[in-house]
């Protein structure tokens, strides 16, 4: 029997006879579309880093679970639905990352800003997200868009990539687009890729081969790849490749002179992805290649399990609910459980014997029915490591006798886009509380060279503390630091001195404080 079958047994007209068009006056079985609000974030290093993704649940149709700060394999997205995404890791860098990560939405899996979703509006802002930056208001970018209800397939651009090579002892060394030693590369059918060599790669002639290694021979070029390269066996300035429709699905970047360097290839054509169910999958993009989410495009969802039939009075009718949303909405529902909730709460007493038995608190004063937690002996387990200091400190903030309290390091992050220049700081940082700096983090994307890159950390217009990024070197950091800011108190970072032939770009300067 058919769901219309089954419920049209509900349903009769004066006759006695059963009638699917009264069934359609009196029930809407069409499910809500879709509306999350997600963030995420980035806390490791590399251009393949995961995006770290949080949101709450929604209808049960839509079969999300509550995460906070978990990689995905994929996100769909379901059309008609409606959705705000905040990214925190754009403006900011945690843990060990090293570089910001600002997201585009994409029809196809590529570096580079070409090929855009068309339904997506970008801003940024502060923000705050539940589990995320500790709750705490946040500079982020934000993307908000609403799939339509029918996604066609859009026509995709050609676009062109520069791929920037130096060269190491059995390596070419990738920065900006991709990055490491030897990296896999992946090209689409139409688009132009640039091979920009600097001057470490003379004396390293590169050409394209459709070889995997095993044939090469030194200064013998095995299977070279001509067909629309320009300037192949270059050691230095451009080899570009216009990809061919003809070419293959693999190839590998080669040096002819020596067989360690060398770098897998990987061609596809120019459009769209499609899962193994026919949906088609756009994507959540770094516009630095390697790092993307794929995203299904889905279907609304049909009415599922688990649900019941509510009347909507706006509609004049009957339509599907998910029982957390009735629950919700159903005062009378929602007391009911408060009461058997309080009914069959855990006894103290018991709740303090079962601690002591599994010699959880081993101490009868910390936990007693009377008072609760006594917050100097809970400082007192911290102290000793019994328990995380960490998550106490976070959740609770308990001080210790002494009134020193457990504190946690948290960071703000000064950003400077593109290449560099000696230039006072204008954007200040204004602390919400007394602090004190503990240490300083600093990255570039692009090494400065010839000279150091030398920096100021300025409160309220003095210098505190001068630090520096040596000659090709992206990272410093300055640890065991003791600047104490006031409430009110502002931070500046002047840039007082470049790279004497490579300025360096793109700087990020994250302080630490507790």
């Known amino acids: 029997?058919?769901?219309?079958?089954?419920?049209?047994?509900?349903?009769?007209?004066?006759s006695g006879d059963i009638t699917l068009d009264r069934l359609d006056k009196l029930v809407d079985n069409t499910i809500e579309p879709e509306t999350l609000n997600m963030a995420v974030d980035v806390d490791s290093a590399g251009h393949g880093a995961d995006w770290k993704w949080s949101w709450k649940p929604t209808t049960l149709p839509y079969a999300r679970e509550n995460i906070t700060m978990l990689a995905q394999n994929e996100?769909?997205?379901?059309?008609?639905?409606t959705y705000s995404l905040i990214n925190f890791a754009a403006?900011?860098?945690?843990?060990?990352?090293?570089?910001?990560?600002?997201?585009?939405?994409?029809s196809i899996d590529e570096p580079g800003l070409s090929n855009l979703v068309d339904w997506v509006t970008y801003d940024s802002g502060n923000f705050t997200f539940e589990g995320v930056t500790g709750d705490s208001s946040t500079r982020a970018q934000r993307l908000s868009w609403s799939v339509p209800a029918s996604y066609t397939i859009p026509a995709l651009n050609t676009s062109t990539t520069n791929y920037n090579l130096g060269a190491v002892s059995g390596a070419y060394v990738h920065t900006g687009t991709q990055s490491g030693q030897n990296a896999a590369i992946q090209l689409r059918r139409g688009n132009t890729y640039n091979?920009?060599?600097?001057?470490?790669?003379?004396?390293?002639p590169f050409y394209l081969s459709t070889d995997d290694g095993t044939g090469y021979i030194t200064n013998n070029y095995v299977s070279e790849y001509l067909h629309g390269v320009t300037n192949s066996r270059g050691t230095n300035g451009t080899v570009t490749f216009v990809v061919p429709d003809s070419a293959p699905s693999t190839?590998?970047?080669?040096?002819?002179?020596?067989?360690?360097?060398?770098?897998?290839?990987?061609?596809?054509d120019l459009k769209t992805d499609s899962n193994g169910s026919g949906e088609d999958t756009v994507y959540f993009q770094h516009s630095q290649e390697g790092h993307a989410t794929p995203a299904p495009v889905k279907a609304v969802p049909t009415i599922v399990g688990q649900m019941c039939?509510?009347?909507?009075?706006?509609?004049?009718?009957y339509v599907p609910q998910d029982l957390r949303e009735y629950m919700e909405k159903t005062t009378s529902f929602t007391a009911k459980i408060r009461e058997e909730i309080k009914a069959q709460s855990v006894d103290s007493d018991k709740t303090l014997g079962l601690l002591r038995t599994k010699n959880i608190l081993d101490n009868s004063n910390v936990f007693t029915a009377s008072s609760g937690l006594d917050s100097a002996k809970v400082t007192s387990l911290v102290q000793t490591s019994v328990i995380d200091s960490d998550y106490v400190a976070t959740k609770l903030g308990f001080t210790n006798a002494a009134s020193s309290t457990i504190q946690k390091e948290q960071n703000t992050t000064f950003v400077q886009d593109g290449a560099l220049t000696v230039a006072a700081g204008t954007?200040?940082?204004?602390?919400?509380?007394?602090?004190?700096?503990?240490?300083?983090?600093?990255?570039?994307?692009?090494?400065?060279?010839?000279?150091t890159l030398n920096m100021d950390l300025k409160k309220n217009g003095v210098?505190?503390?001068t630090f520096t990024i040596s000659a090709s070197s992206t990272t410093s950091v300055n640890t065991d630091l003791t600047h104490n800011i006031n409430e009110g108190d502002y931070l500046t970072v002047d840039i007082t001195q470049i790279g004497a032939s490579t300025a360096g770009s793109n700087l990020n300067v994250v302080l630490s404080y507790k």
């Open 251 to 268: 190839m590998t970047y080669q040096c002819g002179v020596h067989s360690a360097m060398r770098g897998n290839i990987t061609i596809k």
């Open 195 to 204: 091979f920009v060599l600097d001057a470490t790669t003379v004396g390293h």
């Open 75 to 81: 996100v769909p997205v379901y059309k008609s639905g």
């Open 309 to 317: 039939l509510t009347f909507d009075a706006a509609k004049g009718k």
């Open 463 to 465: 210098s505190i503390q």
């Open 1 to 14: 029997m058919s769901r219309n079958q089954l419920l049209a047994t509900l349903v009769q007209d004066s």
């Open 91 to 106: 403006f900011r860098m945690r843990d060990s990352a090293t570089q910001t990560h600002k997201m585009n939405l994409k």
């Open 427 to 451: 954007a200040r940082w204004y602390s919400p509380r007394s602090i004190q700096i503990t240490k300083i983090r600093s990255h570039v994307s692009v090494a400065p060279a010839g000279s």
